[in-house]
């Protein structure tokens, strides 16, 4: 298949969970932000010179390339790994970067301020990580075999799960302090107790 096909194959995809297509790159911050979603996802590729309708526009500056690297290397923490692959057809180049879900999550991306924010992909957007994926990707972390204790604090949580409620919501209802609850939360997810979805601009979290 040459490349102009190929392309054409992926475009065709359109834009999703594992795909993204980037017009310009005139900003390393907001490539980061695509980088580290991917990255703490599933993985995903970012077709660079491709408009949002699937219109071949091609890269068309060196320093374009140079932020792409920019973005990877210099703008997430911990570094990434990602490959660049540059495809020719009518006269343009495509860059198509592709990231593989990373092993030492969370990756975060900086962004304009300076601050590291940490990114999942859902859908086709790229979506700041709720304070129990940061927890979630500590404890996954942790050696396996690690076992949960059901005391206290997690029959008062459990007590308090009814259909599907914000984390906020349920601090408010254990009355348990932020962390611990944020640290429960991530623990249950884990052996599969609690599950979350995003709804309406929001996390939820609901028993499974």
């Not at 997430?76 to 006269?91: L, M, R």
């Not at 884990?190 to 939820?204: A, I, K, M, P």
Request: hydrophobic content about 35%.
């Amino acid at each position: 298949m040459d490349d102009k096909r190929y392309l054409l194959s992926l475009i065709r995809e359109g834009e999703h969970q594992q795909q993204d297509f980037k017009y310009r790159v005139t900003d390393a911050c907001k490539l980061a932000k695509s980088v580290s979603a991917f990255a703490n996802t599933n993985g995903g590729r970012l077709l660079i010179g491709v408009r949002d309708d699937g219109h071949l526009s091609g890269v068309r500056s060196e320093e374009e390339i140079y932020m792409m690297h920019q973005a990877a290397y210099k703008y997430c923490k911990p570094e990434p790994a990602i490959k660049f692959e540059t495809y020719h057809t009518d006269g343009r180049n495509i860059v198509i970067a592709t990231i593989p879900p990373s092993d030492k999550r969370p990756i975060c991306a900086q962004d304009e301020e300076g601050k590291l924010k940490a990114y999942i992909r859902i859908a086709d957007e790229n979506i700041v990580a709720s304070p129990v994926h940061m927890a979630l990707w500590r404890e996954a972390q942790k050696p396996k075999g690690t076992i949960m204790t059901y005391n206290d604090a997690v029959r008062q949580l459990l007590d308090v799960m009814q259909g599907r409620q914000t984390l906020n919501q349920i601090i408010r209802r254990t009355k348990l302090p932020r962390p611990k609850v944020i640290t429960l939360l991530a623990r249950l997810i884990r052996f599969g107790t609690v599950q979350w979805e995003y709804n309406d601009q929001q996390f939820l979290f609901s028993l499974t």
